[in-house]
């Protein structure tokens, strides 16, 4: 495994980052930990979750998760970064989510309980909630840091405006400099690069995107004339309708069968070319990647192996998805 810097600050990381959500649905407990022994067997070292998770559930199985993840750190946790989030829906009340001092305060202290941990090397507000001042926020979390719960400060699934605008709030404020964005990122969705991925490099903030594989479809597994797998991301409980709203589309499939025959010039799996394209981008610090199963992680952890890219191929692979830089953010 190599390690790469984390934005602007000393922190090292591994080039790759465990992705969770899987965890507690998808699979079960003994899946989960199978998992997370063949990524540390793999040299991943930084690992992801969020307190809503698993993916595909609700506010009955939130927080199984981190459930997960802290009792198989049990006894190696210095061994591992780890970052959570918050924002997302945690109970019945409507200040049981949000960007709230009260939430986030709130938020982890019970993350810190889940994970049977001290302290989160990251934590990260897992969305924007309009309806709390940037200001209130970036309070919070400095109280966070400063007692001691968190290391460092993440956000995820903002747009860059919002980025820039709680960069300048937080250097007029004196509070905690957000040091890292988790943006959907891969060949099929493309559009952070016309103006979060350049404001990340400009301003050194660490970049760990999420969906490399696009739910898994970047791997040429699945078959468009017959329904998602049950056991996929495309079919799973809540998020099934989500993940084919955003690739469960002919557009994709047809673009995924143009980079099939880029494999053989590449001498690589579909999965491992789609993460070291990832990877190729100066901007990019660690992928997040998922596994329903330990053995699917072995094509990323290739990737990192390889290293970057040749240019003449990330050339080939850009132009082929060129049309994605333009796909809806929102989507």
Request: charged share 25%.
């Amino acid at each position: 495994m190599k390690y790469t810097k984390f934005g602007k600050t000393g922190l090292r990381v591994s080039q790759l980052c465990l992705g969770t959500m899987t965890f507690g649905l998808q699979c079960d407990e003994a899946q989960s930990n199978a998992i997370l022994d063949a990524a540390a067997a793999g040299g991943i070292d930084f690992l992801d979750t969020a307190d809503v998770y698993p993916l595909g559930g609700g506010r009955t199985t939130a927080g199984r998760t981190e459930e997960i993840v802290g009792a198989w750190l049990k006894g190696k946790r210095h061994q591992f970064i780890l970052a959570t989030k918050c924002v997302g829906q945690m109970g019945p009340k409507p200040w049981d989510m949000g960007m709230s001092r009260k939430h986030i305060l709130d938020a982890i202290d019970a993350s810190l309980r889940r994970l049977k941990t001290d302290y989160v090397d990251l934590y990260q507000l897992h969305s924007y909630d309009p309806n709390t001042p940037i200001d209130e926020a970036l309070e919070a979390l400095d109280t966070v840091v400063r007692q001691g719960k968190a290391r460092y400060i993440g956000v995820s699934n903002w747009p860059a405006y919002k980025v820039a605008r709680a960069l300048g709030r937080g250097e007029l404020k004196g509070t905690v400099r957000i040091d890292s964005v988790q943006p959907r990122y891969n060949l099929l969705f493309r559009s952070f690069e016309r103006d979060l991925l350049p404001l990340c490099a400009e301003e050194q903030i660490a970049v760990i995107p999420y969906n490399p594989l696009a739910g898994g479809l970047l791997t040429g597994k699945h078959d468009r004339t017959a329904p998602p797998p049950k056991d996929s991301r495309f079919a799973l409980g809540t998020a099934g309708p989500r993940y084919q709203a955003r690739y469960w589309h002919d557009r994709e499939f047809e673009t995924i069968e143009r980079l099939r025959a880029l494999t053989n010039e590449a001498g690589m799996s579909l999965a491992t070319l789609a993460v070291s394209w990832a990877l190729s981008n100066p901007a990019i610090t660690a992928p997040i990647v998922g596994a329903s199963r330990p053995e699917q992680l072995a094509d990323s952890l290739v990737a990192v192996e390889k290293g970057k890219l040749p240019a003449d191929l990330k050339a080939k692979l850009d132009d082929i998805t060129q049309d994605f830089r333009a796909v809806d953010a929102e989507r």
